[in-house]
């Protein structure tokens, strides 16, 4: 989609204030849905996400069953008052695609092999959106798979960039989201340094793609360090703050 | 709810293992290169009824493509734009795994990726599809049907819609007395670029082009890049691995110089631009 208009001011400004290397603040809270086995709650910008787990538990209908892993399930849904116009709440198929790259995105972080004909389920609520919300329902998932216990290989950490007035920018909100001039969601594994996650809609120079990539891998990385810090709150609370002071 | 599943294609353990071995060696089991396609075959007008239309034949996928002209109101928030919607099926007639039935997550993302490539490098100028601004637009379907799926149909599927939207002929519509006539007059299509999909997948340590069936059941994670002449315009990995930074960038490197090359050869074929 070409650019109709400025989306950055003469100061460097972007439509809700930041710099183009900012990131919208990031809130997690784990172990929110006292019910599931593991869940997180994400405020990501304006988006405000739920994600609980369930399993690794029985499969039905059995006949889902892997014999030598775990099947994982995945379902991304957005509530209909989460967006300005009402959202007809039966499944559309942007949340059906959105579903099938997030399981994509999560799979291999996942040691499913551990768990041989059980069933791992994820289910991503967006109660609130606000563009990037597919990254920010993979980062509160991952946390809420870590929550659960489930063995992991790493974390999965989510961020967008794309290009808003032909300057590539860090983290796309709403706006720049439908009016911008490209959008590339990434999710990232930082410690195996690995990319799980990658679309791009939107026109890019061939010498903007590569930036654009490492600016969203630098993104994740951010991202990362507040999904790791969410959960050594709650599993350790203030106890390490103690420590790093010793 | 998207569901982790088996392949539906199953290769032996020794047949793998063949693979395997073939790309440690640089090799792959139908002889091609690492980079090398499977040959692109073209036929266009093969269904009189439509506007335009195309056969392509990428090794043996096999996928026809039809563009439909009708006029409409225009989509919210695009009133002074025509619409274009690119669909795709997967019929039961392209192999044994595929069921009759509302499509299944993969040929939703199959359809969506294709229209994602054609969408956003603006290759039809919408601007151009507008009878009465606001209420009256030109309404272009491309409906896609694979007819036999031997793998990739991500790039047959994206080459056929190219095509057919190239070759097709946009009927000259006017407003008389605030209805729409046809004046039996046809112009081309205002096409502004040619979006080339390409996709790889990474099978162990390395990455091929144009993966057949056989390669799909036992690739670890695929990627599709659409270039048009400006640059990238969509991408979309997907599989169950994951790619590493530099195996992504060199991916996008490929699909430029490989694009460029398919490109050509589609503008040849469909005579685009003589």
């Known amino acids: ?246 | 709810m998207s569901v982790s599943k088996r392949s539906t294609i199953i290769v032996e353990h020794l047949r793998k293992q063949q693979m395997m071995d073939a790309i440690s060696k640089g090799k792959r089991l139908d002889g091609r290169d690492f980079n090398e396609q499977r040959p692109l075959e073209i036929e266009l007008d093969v269904v009189k009824k439509a506007n335009g239309s195309a056969r392509v034949r990428l090794g043996d996928s096999e996928v026809i493509a039809g563009v439909k002209v009708e006029t409409g109101e225009p989509f919210e928030g695009l009133e002074n734009k025509g619409a274009l919607i690119v669909s795709a099926e997967v019929l039961p007639t392209a192999s044994p795994h595929v069921e009759p039935g509302p499509p299944d997550e993969e040929t939703v993302e199959l359809a969506r990726v294709v229209d994602r490539g054609v969408r956003e490098s603006e290759m039809v100028d919408l601007d151009k599809l507008v009878l009465v601004p606001g209420k009256i637009v030109y309404t272009i379907f491309v409906d896609c049907s694979v007819i036999n799926a031997d793998g990739n149909l991500f790039d047959a599927t994206s080459y056929a819609t190219v095509s057919a939207l190239l070759s097709a002929k946009l009927p000259v519509l006017e407003m008389q007395n605030d209805k729409v006539v046809d004046t039996g007059k046809t112009q081309p299509m205002p096409v502004t670029t040619v979006p080339i999909s390409i996709t790889a997948v990474r099978i162990g340590d390395a990455v091929i082009l144009d993966p057949s069936a056989e390669e799909e059941a036992c690739m670890d994670a695929r990627i599709t890049i659409t270039t048009s002449e400006a640059g990238f315009c969509a991408l979309q990995k997907g599989y169950t691995g994951a790619f590493t930074i530099e195996q992504i960038k060199k991916a996008a490197e490929t699909a430029r110089i490989k694009g460029e090359e398919i490109r050509a050869k589609i503008k040849e074929l469909t005579k685009y631009g003589q």
Do not use: W
Request: aromatic share 4%.
């Open chain 1, 1 to 246: 989609m070409t650019q109709t208009r400025n989306l950055i001011d003469e100061n460097g400004k972007r439509t809700d204030g930041r710099t183009i290397n900012e990131m919208r603040p990031v809130k997690i809270i784990v172990g929110n849905i006292k019910n599931a086995d593991g869940s997180a709650y994400i405020e990501f910008g304006k988006n405000k996400i739920v994600a609980a787990v369930y399993g690794p538990r029985e499969v039905h209908p059995k006949h889902l069953a892997l014999p030598d892993r775990c099947v994982l399930r995945c379902r991304y849904h957005m509530s209909p008052f989460s967006t300005d116009t009402r959202k007809n709440p039966a499944p559309s198929r942007r949340e059906v695609e959105i579903s099938k790259v997030m399981r994509e995105a999560l799979e291999p972080a996942l040691m499913l092999e551990d768990y041989p004909r059980a069933a791992i389920d994820v289910f991503v609520e967006v109660l609130q959106s606000d563009g990037g919300s597919r990254c920010a329902g993979i980062t509160a998932a991952s946390v809420a798979l870590a929550d659960a216990g489930i063995n992991m290989r790493d974390i999965v950490a989510a961020c967008a960039a794309g290009k808003v007035d032909d300057k590539i920018v860090l983290d796309i909100n709403d706006t720049e989201d439908k009016e911008g001039g490209a959008d590339m969601p990434v999710a990232y594994m930082p410690r195996l340094d690995q990319i799980t996650l990658m679309q791009l809609d939107g026109k890019l120079a061939p010498e903007q793609f590569n930036e654009c990539l490492d600016k969203a891998v630098e993104g994740c990385k951010m991202v990362y360090e507040i999904q790791r810090q969410a959960l050594m709150q709650k599993y350790f609370g203030n106890e390490t703050e103690v420590k790093e002071e010793q």
